[in-house]
């Protein structure tokens, strides 16, 4: 949709520099931006565009200086604001509609298969391929697209999305809002296994997953069910892809969890916690509130809340970058140790000799 800058900037909450009857169509980076769209600047390393953009406005902070003839919307927040831009000139996803519809205003698939004790709430959409088991309860507004699997007993609060391929496990609970990308497995069985006599003999895993209010999960994640009591994911937490978070573990409110994190069983992990790409949990531990974790870091022991970790181990970051530092030339450092030992060796030689 195209709006006036006027408009967009009151409805996003900044305050427009520049001309206001300027339309706006969509959003760009600011870098391949052209006229008719906008763009942001929140990260001060991507400041040198400000003088080359061929944006017709840019969300920034008040002060920020930009190219003549593009108008500037202030905002106290600028990434935030851009989100708002996004919304108003994009909106969300549109769900393809079914074409075959059913009772309480729901729209089935007759090639779905959802059992007769299931319960499916107001203006839900199941799609072709969609399996629903026994005693399994959707909420309202619901959309189950093609060849997801909703387990027997698993309960889906209101508004949840399960995309394409997606399998929720028996018993699992599922809350509100919820929103779980393709090919996504919640509530298979831990890993968990007793070595006796030379084989590994399965532990039943007869425990659930819960997933709280607004949560979101990438694609191709797995969240195992607890061997005992519940795996659980606070409100709020967002996942990127390829994740797996180990029976029993309990993730704390409004979480950020980046591509390739693999968390352990037994882990209990605080509110507002940061792990970057490719982090490794141990099982077992504890990590506090406000925790960050750098990618590529292998967490091996507590870590108490508001710290920021890297490494292997990981260790506190500012120390993690000062053995980096050294790491990045152990060769020549190797180098110049042995140049001292055989100028040490000489010295001691020469030593040696005078004391003979």
């Known amino acids: 949709?195209?709006?006036?800058?006027?408009?967009?900037?009151?409805?996003?909450?900044?305050?427009?520099?520049?001309?206001?009857?300027?339309?706006?169509?969509?959003?760009?980076?600011?870098?391949?931006?052209?006229?008719?769209?906008?763009?942001?600047?929140?990260?001060?390393?991507?400041?040198?565009?400000?003088?080359?953009?061929?944006?017709?406005?840019?969300?920034?902070?008040?002060?920020?200086?930009?190219?003549?003839?593009?108008?500037?919307?202030?905002?106290?927040?600028?990434?935030?604001?851009?989100?708002?831009?996004?919304?108003?000139?994009?909106?969300?996803?549109?769900?393809?509609?079914?074409?075959?519809?059913?009772?309480?205003?729901?729209?089935?698939?007759?090639?779905?298969?959802?059992?007769?004790?299931?319960?499916?709430?107001?203006?839900?959409?199941?799609?072709?391929?969609?399996?629903?088991?026994?005693?399994?309860?959707l909420g309202a507004r619901c959309v189950i697209y093609p060849n997801v699997y909703v387990g027997e007993g698993v309960k889906l609060g209101d508004d949840c999305i399960l995309y394409p391929s997606v399998c929720v496990y028996d018993g699992c609970v599922i809350g509100n809002r919820v929103t779980l990308h393709a090919n996504t497995v919640i509530g298979s069985d831990g890993f968990g296994y007793a070595t006796h006599k030379g084989r590994h003999e399965k532990i039943p895993q007869f425990g659930i997953v819960v997933i709280e209010d607004d949560v979101e999960i990438g694609s191709c994640c797995v969240i195992e069910r607890a061997a005992m009591e519940e795996t659980r994911i606070g409100a709020g937490t967002k996942f990127a892809d390829l994740i797996s978070i180990g029976h029993g573990t309990r993730i704390g409110k409004h979480c950020l969890l980046v591509s390739l994190v693999g968390i352990s069983g037994s882990v209990d992990m605080g509110n507002y916690v940061v792990l970057g790409g490719q982090v490794g949990v141990t099982g077992h531990l504890s990590i506090g509130d406000g925790v960050q974790v750098a990618g590529k870091s292998a967490v091996m022991g507590n870590v108490p809340a508001g710290m920021r970790v890297a490494g292997v181990p990981a260790i506190e970051s500012d120390k993690a970058l000062r053995n980096h530092l050294v790491f990045r030339d152990l060769f020549g450092m190797a180098r110049k140790l042995k140049s001292l030992e055989r100028e040490v060796a000489k010295l001691q030689a020469a030593k040696d000799g005078v004391d003979t």
């Open 1 to 137: 949709m195209a709006i006036r800058l006027d408009e967009l900037a009151q409805k996003i909450g900044a305050t427009l520099r520049g001309d206001g009857a300027t339309m706006v169509h969509s959003c760009a980076p600011i870098e391949r931006a052209q006229s008719g769209q906008i763009s942001f600047l929140a990260n001060r390393k991507y400041a040198a565009h400000l003088g080359t953009t061929n944006a017709s406005a840019v969300i920034a902070l008040s002060g920020t200086t930009v190219k003549a003839g593009v108008a500037m919307l202030e905002a106290v927040d600028p990434y935030f604001a851009f989100r708002q831009a996004m919304v108003v000139l994009h909106g969300f996803r549109n769900h393809p509609a079914q074409i075959l519809a059913s009772g309480k205003n729901n729209s089935i698939s007759e090639r779905a298969v959802i059992h007769a004790s299931a319960q499916v709430g107001e203006d839900c959409a199941v799609y072709a391929g969609a399996v629903i088991e026994r005693g399994a309860t």
